[in-house]
């Protein structure tokens, strides 16, 4: 059965972290939504209905039966179940809102639809991107008990300190943790394959490190954090989440905060994450044009796909930055970051397209990633839409 991972009407408000992606290939937890439910269903025949622009990357669905999910949601086993029983022409609503139907993609109409059944159950829903590190810590236990049950964990050397249940702590294979304390009395802690944990770090969950990534010398990571795969983390970072593939491998502070791949932080570059007086934290929202409440004390950055910050960038409250942003003026920059700005402050200059090219093809090779043409046709329709 093929799984059709909508956007539904959310992909506008997870911008700038969608500008490069559909909404089901965003990370929460440990694993990405699409990820999540593929394990949850037991398939992975899947296709995204997205915008058009993204097709090209992300497979379209082809013209045949299909579940047809909106997937940034964690589902009870009620849910998950009646999700499974759907038979042709049934869907499952929650919030008056359609997440789950079973229907032919072949001339695509929601009129297919003869029976809608209303979800009772109150979900954890994601619905903007503060959503994914306030819920993060649901994630993670969520994934933990999806990844790790009946299997057994990989030992905790003697060389480290452990505070809490030894069933909160999982290591998957080839990880490495040495000399570093591990407290999983906060919440549960996974260490993802081949990911290291270098000497000297203090983990206090719960927290997901990708495989292959790295807390560096000394790192102080609070929950609920996650990092995805091929990262490198240091200095200190509390609840946040990073895609993959980024680097904030140094000192400096980040907390509260949504990072999406390709990014790099220089040394010393620090995002506060309260305002001075304690009021609830603005974020510039793509859809109104305009920062609004997100009702939160605690709001750090928001940053899209390949921004990069130069050493000593201080990031105000409630940061937004787009997509293949270079930020190295002196001072604060403003709370909205252009796409494509270059120098991070209003009114600078554009990152020329070609160059952003460049700065991609050799970040990205140092992962033995390929640029392809269909990431540089995403960034290019980014450059000159947004």
Known sequence: MQLVFSDAQYWEDFLPLTFTRPVAAMRCGILTFSERWQKILGNTEVSYFTENYLQNKFKSPEDKESLFLVTNFLPTET????????????ALVYEDELVAAKINMKGFSLNQIEKMTDIKEELVFFKKPTDL????????????????????????????????????????????????????????IYIGKNAEVMEGCNLRGPISLGEDSKFNLGSKIYGATTVGPHCKVGGEVKNIIIFGYSSKGHEGFVGNSVIGEWCNFGADTN????????????????????????????AGLIMGDHSKTAINTQLNTGTVIGVASNIF??????????????????????????????????????????????????????????
């Open 79 to 90: 849910v998950i179940q009646q999700i499974k029983d759907l038979k042709l022409g049934e």
């Open 133 to 188: 590190f306030t819920y993060n810590h649901l994630a993670i236990d969520f994934d933990f008990a999806l990844l790790t049950e009946g299997r057994v964990s990989q030992e905790l050397s003697s060389t480290n300190g452990f505070l809490g249940d030894k069933k909160d702590l999982f290591i998957e294979e080839g990880a490495q943790i040495e000399f570093s304390t591990i407290n999983t009395k906060t919440g549960k």
């Open 271 to 298: 995002s506060s994450n309260l305002k001075n007086n304690y009021s609830h934290v603005k974020l510039w929202n793509y859809r109104t044009k305009a920062f609004e409440d997100t009702g939160l004390q605690f």
């Open 329 to 386: 003026k002196p001072g604060f920059p403003p709370n909205l970051v252009e796409n494509f700005s270059w120098g991070g402050c209003k009114d600078d200059e554009r990152f020329k397209l070609d160059k952003a090219y460049e700065v991609a093809e050799r970040a990205m090779a140092r992962r033995k990633i390929p640029l392809t043409d269909e990431d540089k046709s995403i960034l290019k329709h980014i450059f000159n839409t947004y």
